[in-house]
């Protein structure tokens, strides 16, 4: 089938990428059911909301969950892997869980360092990272990073609704699969691959969406993936260079850690940032991105990633400085022109949209 095929590249994978009817939840179900036993031990380390999500969807199957806490202003650090992991000399830790981009905080782990660090210390667990707010968005390589399980959904850089997820898999976490004591029916890879091998699903397949998946892999093949990675990185630069010039602080804290699919900004003290939003929204009609859990209120998220371009960047921006004035939120004036600026001076990293 023409899509199980042509979704292999986008996580830079030439292995089988498992596709589900189900939003990315399912496929975080079936990254942890198809590869793990009760009681496993698992590290999975506190980058913000969805790390906290993926914690409890572990405890909920019986695992034994090391959560190394975090201030949800940076991401997984790899020092912290080397250190834990080499001083787990029995191999207790089964798996290692990273969100790769923090859709929450806006910022990206550095799953290169954190596989190199595993490899340091020769550790055997399994590396699964959820990609689901950076893949076709933010660079991604499933196999050269040595990633066993990578976790993807739909509905953001693959410009689908929601309600398809993926899981693209290893040779060892195939292995895995067969000691894997975790109860599993819907979510078992043996029988997805046994069908689409064939061409067909064990179940009914979300049909429609898979049509608007081929499409979407057509879209990202005709722009060239490095390309939309481009896009993406300097569409963030200058979403930064607009929130700095309004005089507001990124959550996220070290520029290599920057996400350039999502930015989020801190409110001022004192201003709540679920005002502002309602205040664009009835004013402007735009929706922005609240801050979840305990960010709530305290932060706003700019999305800036799918199919995106420089004067829908410039409107989002235009909005939230005027949703600024119009909220009465002490900031200063030229966050837009600054974005413009920046987008202006960077043309050249997108040859592609000056050839057109
Ligand atoms: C990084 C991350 N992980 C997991 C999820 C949960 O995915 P879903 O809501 O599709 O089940 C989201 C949703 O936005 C996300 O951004």
């Not at 589900?20 to 079936?30: F, Q, V």
């Not at 912290?80 to 000399?89: C, I, K, M, Q, Y």
């Not at 399980?149 to 699969?177: C, D, H, R, Y």
Request: glycine share 8%.
């Amino acid at each position: 089938m023409e899509v199980l095929k042509n979704i292999r590249p986008i996580f830079q994978t030439t292995g089988s990428v498992i596709i589900y009817p189900a939003s990315g939840s399912g496929a975080w179900e079936a990254a942890i059911v198809n590869t793990l036993s009760p009681g496993d031990r698992v590290l999975i380390f506190e980058t913000g909301h969805f790390s906290l999500l993926w914690r409890q969807f572990a405890e909920r199957f019986g695992l034994n969950v090391e959560y190394v806490p975090g201030d949800w202003r940076s991401g997984a650090s790899a020092s912290e892997v080397e250190a834990r992991l080499g001083s787990d000399r029995e191999h207790t830790f089964k798996a290692v869980m990273v969100v790769h981009n923090e859709t929450s905080t806006g910022a990206t782990s550095q799953i290169p360092e954190i596989r190199r660090a595993m490899n340091k210390v020769h550790h055997p667990a399994l590396l699964m990272v959820d990609t689901i707010s950076s893949l076709a968005s933010i660079d991604y390589r499933h196999d050269e990073w040595e990633v066993d399980v990578t976790i993807g959904g739909s509905q953001k850089g693959l410009m689908l609704p929601p309600g398809l997820s993926f899981n693209a898999i290893s040779e060892k976490a195939l292995f895995a699969n067969q000691s894997a004591k975790l109860p599993r029916s819907y979510w078992d890879w043996r029988e997805m691959l046994k069908f689409n091998h064939l061409g067909f699903f064990p179940y009914t397949p979300a049909t429609n969406l898979l049509y608007g998946l081929r499409e979407a892999l057509l879209m990202l093949q005709e722009e060239g993936l490095p390309n939309v990675f481009r896009r993406h990185a300097r569409h963030a630069e200058a979403a930064r260079a607009a929130v700095r010039a309004w005089g507001l602080e990124l959550v996220c804290e070290n520029p290599r850690e920057y996400s350039n699919s999502v930015t989020v900004a801190f409110m001022p003290d004192g201003h709540d940032a679920d005002r502002l939003r309602n205040v664009i929204l009835e004013a402007l009609d735009m929706s922005i991105g609240a801050g979840l859990s305990k960010l709530a209120g305290k932060v706003f998220r700019i999305g800036h990633l799918g199919s995106f371009n420089d004067l829908m960047l410039a409107g989002t921006l235009s909005g939230i400085e005027m949703g600024l004035s119009l909220a009465g939120v002490p900031h200063q004036e030229g966050g837009v022109t600054a974005a413009l600026r920046c987008l202006a001076g960077n043309m050249e990293a997108v040859p592609v949209l000056l050839s057109k």
